[in-house]
């Protein structure tokens, strides 16, 4: 019987909640990067019709720009869980988290795939703490609020990366694929350390690049105090699982990854026939 083999090795997952202003224009700032990078949207049914802008496009680029749409708003965590199991069942090589908004600059993203792709690392995370990093035009109470963090994060779980809530990151498959995506339960930024933490535990090569943030010039953030309370409650949960209750067991996938054979095929997408 033939089997279906993807040639496919980039894939960047924005997730969106209300990014009409946004959209357009960061998705033609990847594809102008002509780097090869496709592009996965996960809309959660934004009122202000995100989706069908995406729609629209993907006349202009047929087999690099797709979408998953869910009918409401579930949250930034479960978003990319939906948008990593639809890379896993692709078999995309290199999976990106990155926002729609514009603080990620789309040309660090070669930076971020050439550190996983060359420089030995399995995932790849933009930084903003590193020599190099920085963050500008952020209020200072959302910097306050980020640089705490990390720095609480660091203390409690000892994970030795600089940046743990960032969410400008590079996985390399095989990290998708080994953890158990079913019980990566958080979130908000929550969800970017336990997705790192998770990585780190089961003996992944975290690398950080420096790249400078730049907070939104349209559009709102989606941040509130329920993910803020989330990140600090949950990171004494992890410290707490991996201490007394295993928590690399649990979170280590021991089952198959879901396959190409396992999703539901789309109409743009891309299928070279492969012989054997
Ligand atoms: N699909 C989906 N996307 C979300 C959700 N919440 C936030 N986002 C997207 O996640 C990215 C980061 O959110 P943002 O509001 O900019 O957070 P901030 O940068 O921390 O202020 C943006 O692309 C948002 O549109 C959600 O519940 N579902
Ligand atoms: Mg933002």
Redesign the pocket.
């Known amino acids: 019987m033939p089997s279906r083999a993807y040639s496919l090795e980039k894939l960047v997952v ?6 009409k202003d946004n959209i357009s224009s960061i998705l033609h700032a990847i594809f102008n990067l002509n780097e090869g990078f496709h592009v996965l949207v ?3 049914g934004s009122p202000d019709g995100t989706a069908s802008i995406v729609k629209d496009l993907q006349s202009r680029f047929p087999n690099s720009l797709f979408i998953e749409e ?1 009918k409401g ?4 965590g479960t ?1 990319y869980i939906h948008g990593f199991k639809w890379a896993i069942a692709k078999g995309y090589g290199f999976v990106f988290e990155m ?3 514009f ?1 990620h600059n789309p040309n660090d993203l070669p930076r971020l795939y050439q550190a996983c792709k060359k420089d030995g690392a399995d995932v790849a995370v933009g930084s903003r703490y590193i020599k190099g990093g920085g963050v500008v035009n952020w209020p200072k109470n959302r910097i306050a609020l980020s640089k705490g963090a990390s720095l609480y994060t660091r203390m409690i779980t000892w994970m030795p990366v600089k940046d743990p809530t960032a ?1 400008f990151v590079c996985y390399k498959k095989e990290v998708l694929e080994a953890i158990n995506l079913d019980e990566i339960r958080f979130v908000g930024y929550a969800f970017q350390i336990e997705m790192k933490f998770a990585a780190w535990k089961l003996g992944y090569i975290i690398k950080e690049v420096p790249i400078i943030f730049q907070d ?1 010039t349209h559009g ?4 509130n105090k329920g993910i803020v309370k989330e990140g600090i409650l949950g990171v004494l949960k992890l410290r707490w699982h991996s201490w007394f209750t295993h928590y690399r067991r649990r979170v280590k996938n021991t089952e198959h990854p879901p396959t190409a054979d396992t999703m539901p095929v789309q109409e743009n997408d891309v299928v070279i026939e492969s012989k054997g």
């Open positions: 924005i997730p969106t909640y209300n990014e996960i809309d959660d869910r708003k579930l949250g930034l978003a926002d729609a908004d603080s969410g939104r709102v953030s989606k941040m």
